[in-house]
């Protein structure tokens, strides 16, 4: 099992930027696809980005891409999210969480979740 926690959420206005981070602890951490997804109140969670173990692979969704970047530091267990030019539609929880090599776009391709860290936009 892998243990994830988030961090680095806040209030931000529009057009800042603001980097999230997600530590994992547990079993090998080089081993996971990780994502990062997120859940606006009253909507479904979805995929905001991905990264593969050895870090070469990202993909993104359309609605972030050339906004956001991920990244990890497999040394040091960790995943970040750094979020530029944020727009209110933006404003959501944010999760993270890993999975094994199929892990994708879909929050079910996911098998360990950390516990969300919230992001507000002011316009």
């Known amino acids: 099992q892998v243990q994830l926690v988030e961090s680095g959420g806040g209030l931000v206005q529009a057009g800042g930027s603001l980097t999230l981070s997600c530590a994992a602890s547990g079993r090998t951490f080089s081993i996971y696809v990780m994502g990062w997804f997120r859940q606006a109140p009253g909507k479904e969670r979805e995929f905001v980005a991905r990264?593969?173990?050895?870090?070469?692979?990202?993909s993104y969704a359309d609605s972030v891409k050339g906004r956001f970047t991920i990244s990890r530091d497999n040394a040091k267990n960790t995943v970040s999210l750094h979020m530029n030019s944020l727009k209110p539609e933006d404003a959501a929880a944010y999760y993270c969480?890993?999975?094994?090599?199929?892990?994708?776009?879909?929050?079910?391709?996911?098998?360990?979740w950390g516990q969300g860290t919230q992001v507000t936009v002011s316009s």
């Open positions: 990264i593969g173990r050895s870090a070469i692979s990202t």
């Open positions: 969480a890993a999975g094994d090599l199929a892990a994708g776009s879909g929050r079910h391709t996911y098998q360990y």
